[in-house]
């Protein structure tokens, strides 16, 4: 079998290239002044680096993606290590040329290596494909992903050789650009494609006369054009996908793209969003069509809602699975919970984790539940706390009920059977059951 595929590639005239993708996150982040790794820092819900990897995953399989970790790098490395991909340490931090110098020896298989930043959530498929595809047609040494940038401060400027063509002279980093190069608008995003042979014989040539006495991977563009070897630019017309995130205010901002661009998925899905810039809704949450979202919520985690609902201002909503025509009312929390089909709650109810309340049944206000069922139709309308608790069909559980499911020692549980009224102010003291129709 081994054998009859090794035959026919090699007998095919169009080899594949080799390609892995490497991510450079092994940086501490200073200019966030933070105790912890930039790149696990969040946006849209889930650490930069994550989205880095999923968009990578996309391209190549995970085993053909080596991410560069070194600060934290254990932290790091847990947090992402689900996806499958390779990492390399790089133990000191002495830059992104540095940062592929540890990753030597783990490319040397390769024929091309796409590199990406960490802390870039932005980058597209396409434009890793794009990228990957021209440096192969431009037979280059490197290729650069260029950005035209309103506000080009703080990234490196691309030197280009002329109007005319994609060659590259050079990238100047902020702090070295003079004056007239500072008006460069056209920025290195810090994406790369590098022929791999290319970059590991002139690697060695990258120095550390500069600003931060480290070995700068842009400096390999005059490195490789002082050899003779092909450095050119491919430049995105989407300017908004290579932003990064030295400082907070660029990490809000990109959290900020990526809600509103959920938020614009769901309503071409059909979902109403009022206020869509008020909504935190994070990436992998799911909503059935003509659900209308208002002002000021929060849907995080791996939630579900689904058609025909309407959940109300202020509430916040944690890996929670809603039925079919369910209403929220305003400034309800949720977390780990399920509410089937046609049911309301709120406003003010707190659903922790293991709240299951069935379909048509009303919660009401400042009602607490935790491990609870809720049968069909039941109703517990105010200022109630319902805990390790089992209610039937059809029952009424009366304003200021408290079941007393904890002894200081040991939890314990509370069942009340269908079509069961219990008057307000009732104390329920576990374990306790209440049959039928009582
Ligand atoms: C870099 C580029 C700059 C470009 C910008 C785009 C250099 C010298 N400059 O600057 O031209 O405009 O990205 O966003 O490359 N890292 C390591 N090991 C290190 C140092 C950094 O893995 O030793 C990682 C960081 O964790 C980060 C990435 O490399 O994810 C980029 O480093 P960063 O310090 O953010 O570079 P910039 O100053 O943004
Ligand atoms: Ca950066």
């Excluded at 680096?49 to 999923?54: D, E, K, R």
């Amino acid at each position: 079998m081994a054998k009859t595929s090794a035959k026919k590639s090699s007998s095919s005239s169009r080899r594949e290239t080799r390609v892995a993708i490497a991510i450079m996150a092994a940086g501490k982040g200073t200019r966030l002044k933070s105790k912890h790794p930039k790149v696990l820092h969040e946006v849209g819900g889930k650490p930069i680096l994550s989205h880095v990897i999923a968009t990578a995953a996309k391209v190549v399989p995970p085993k053909d993606i080596f991410v560069i970790i070194g600060h934290e790098a254990d932290r790091v490395r847990a947090a992402v290590a689900s996806s499958g991909v390779q990492f390399i340490v790089q133990a000191e931090q002495r830059g992104t040329g540095h940062a592929l110098m540890a990753a030597q020896e783990a490319l040397a298989p390769y024929e091309q290596v796409i590199v990406l930043s960490g802390d870039a959530p932005l980058i597209t498929v396409e434009t890793i494909q794009k990228l990957s595809a021209f440096h192969a047609a431009q037979k280059a040494a490197m290729t650069l992903l260029s950005a035209d940038l309103d506000d080009p401060s703080g990234y490196g400027r691309v030197i280009r050789k002329s109007t005319k063509n994609a060659d590259v002279h050079a990238i100047v980093e902020e702090k070295a650009a003079s004056a007239p190069q500072k008006k460069i608008r056209e920025i290195n995003s810090g994406f790369y494609a590098f022929s791999v042979p290319a970059l590991y014989k002139h690697i060695g040539s990258l120095g550390t006369d500069n600003a931060h006495r480290e070995y700068y991977l842009t400096d390999m563009a005059a490195v490789l054009g002082r050899s003779k070897q092909k450095v050119v630019v491919m430049k995105t017309s989407h300017p908004a996908e290579v932003l990064g995130s030295n400082k907070r205010s660029e990490i809000v901002d990109l959290d900020a793209r990526l809600r509103l661009a959920k938020c614009l998925e769901l309503m071409e899905e059909g979902v109403t969003i009022f206020y869509p810039q008020t909504c935190v809704i994070d990436s992998d949450v799911e909503i059935g069509t003509d659900t209308v979202i208002e002002p000021f919520v929060q849907l995080r985690g791996k939630t579900k809602i689904g058609s025909d609902c309407r959940i109300r201002s202020y509430s916040v909503i944690n890996n929670t699975e809603i039925g079919d025509g369910v209403v929220v009312l305003p400034g309800c929390v949720m977390d780990d919970s399920r509410i089937a089909r046609n049911a309301t709650v709120g406003p003010y109810s707190r659903l922790r984790p293991g709240s299951d309340i069935g379909e048509g049944a009303h919660l009401g206000n400042f009602v607490e539940t935790k491990k609870i069922k809720l049968g069909k139709g039941s109703k517990a309308n105010h200022l109630t706390y319902l805990g390790d608790t089992e209610i039937g069909e059809g029952v009424n559980v009366g304003a200021g009920t408290i079941t007393c499911n904890y002894d200081g020692n040991a939890k314990h549980k509370t069942i009340i059977e269908d079509g069961v009224f219990i008057g307000s102010d009732s104390t329920l003291v576990a374990p306790v059951r209440i049959g039928r129709g009582a």
